[in-house]
């Protein structure tokens, strides 16, 4: 029988999916269950506040804005059950190894993120967390322009999609950003070009 205690589940999907909002509700059900929990995001999200997580639809938790996701392991005391980490993608890619860190430890991890940029292509650390997560939960959001599922985040400046090579990271929410479908989003460059590009 398998004992061991450490586990990664990554929650992902595009912008106003509910990633967030599922990452706050397992947290609430482990408080429920009387585990001890920590929460963390990165500091540069500072949207609505930096001391919380907080959904689309209001719902919020208590959280540790970090800029190093070397600091996580440091807040992490023995007594703490489950970790949560909201906007994983923001970390560079070696937090992947600060999260199975935590999992040989035997914490179990919740780690929420966009699985795709802008620009429709894999966002940062995720891809790799996808691979060596125990269970993953890919959201949908609903697409803004015909009411499909929507998995692509639209960048918008100025009311105009962003243009492929603009920086990559740049904080917001409805002002800035949509959920849109494969058919709906639209990007100056097809992300397919992003992949050929490595295989040369």
């Known amino acids: 029988m398998d004992t061991y205690k450490g586990r990664l589940e990554v929650i992902c999907g595009s912008m106003f999916c509910g990633k967030s909002e599922e990452l706050i509700r397992r947290l609430r059900r482990a408080e429920i269950a009387r585990k001890n929990i920590l929460v ?14 907080v959904s689309h639809n209001g719902t919020k938790i208590r959280a540790f804005p970090v800029e190093k996701h070397t600091d996580i392991l440091k807040l992490v005391t023995p007594e703490i059950d489950i970790v949560g980490i909201d906007e994983v993608q923001f970390f560079e890619p070696s937090v992947v190894a600060t999260i199975l860190e935590l999992v040989d430890k035997e914490k179990h991890v919740i780690a929420a993120g966009l699985d795709l940029d802008f620009r429709g292509i894999p966002f940062g650390s995720i891809p790799p967390l996808l691979a060596v997560a125990d269970s993953v939960i890919k959201l949908k959001a609903i697409c803004i322009q015909c009411g499909n599922d929507a998995h692509f985040s639209q960048r918008l400046v100025n009311g105009k999609p962003a243009k492929f090579n603009d920086p990559i990271v740049m904080i917001g929410a409805e002002e800035s950003y949509q959920a849109r479908c494969r058919e709906c989003f639209k990007i100056d460059l097809n992300p397919k070009v992003n992949y050929e590009q490595k295989q040369l």
Not at 40 to 53: A, I, P
Request: glycine content about 0%; charged content about 35%; cysteine-free.
């Open 40 to 53: 963390f995001k990165h500091s540069l999200d500072d949207r609505t506040t930096l001391e919380h997580v």
